[in-house]
């Protein structure tokens, strides 16, 4: 086992969703995930603290990048043209692997209770770091958050389509999540 190899968060990652996906997550053992990825228990240990948290290993990136493009966003932008350049931004960071692995988190997420509340945490928390970074650029709490929220399901909505569509596309996931972001600015301001 490649103890100091690089790329074991990585493979650890990817190990466990097949797993999970293969045999259930309350049948996959650390000890078996590690094994799969090559890797002693240990390094387990060190990249995460339990098997849960698998499932939000990006989530510290993806939340930093969203609120940098809020943050970046021209002084002038409205709260969903901020959302709009953090989507962009964190977009930009997802390529090809995350496309194909997408189908396998799905089911794996899917199969089991405890993994599907892993994932509405990590979306309260991507709406949180959107908001926070609204709110920074003044925009009021409750426009603030209302934006957050759609960014969530934009990026929710966006990744779902690309991650789902043609693998032989050469869309980036941005051109997925700012549609998905346009059609839910329509939709809300037809609520009245």
Not at 33 to 51: E, M
Not at 91 to 112: D, I, T, W
Not at 130 to 142: E, F, I, N
């Amino acid at each position: 086992m490649g103890r100091w190899e690089p790329g074991a968060r990585e493979r650890l990652v990817v190990a466990a969703v097949d797993l999970f996906t293969e045999q259930g997550y309350d049948a996959t053992t650390v000890a078996q995930i590690a094994l799969r990825a090559g890797v002693t228990k240990s390094t387990f240990f060190r990249h995460f603290p339990d098997k849960r948290e698998l499932l939000v290993a990006g989530q510290e990136t993806l939340s930093r990048l969203l609120a940098e493009g809020i943050a970046e966003a021209p002084g002038n932008a409205s709260p969903l043209e901020a959302i709009g350049a953090g989507l962009e931004r964190a977009s930009s960071a997802m390529g090809s692997m995350n496309r194909e692995f997408a189908p396998r988190l799905k089911a794996a997420v899917a199969a089991s209770a405890e993994l599907q509340e892993r994932d509405a945490l990590k979306r309260v928390s991507l709406a949180a770091a959107m908001t926070t970074a609204l709110v920074a650029r003044g925009v009021p709490d409750s426009t603030a958050a209302i934006a957050g929220e759609l960014g969530v399901l934009a990026f929710k909505r966006g990744y779902a389509e690309w991650s789902e569509g043609d693998r032989d596309g050469k869309d980036e996931l941005a051109h997925y999540t700012l549609a998905a972001l346009d059609e839910l600015r329509a939709a809300s301001a037809s609520l009245g």
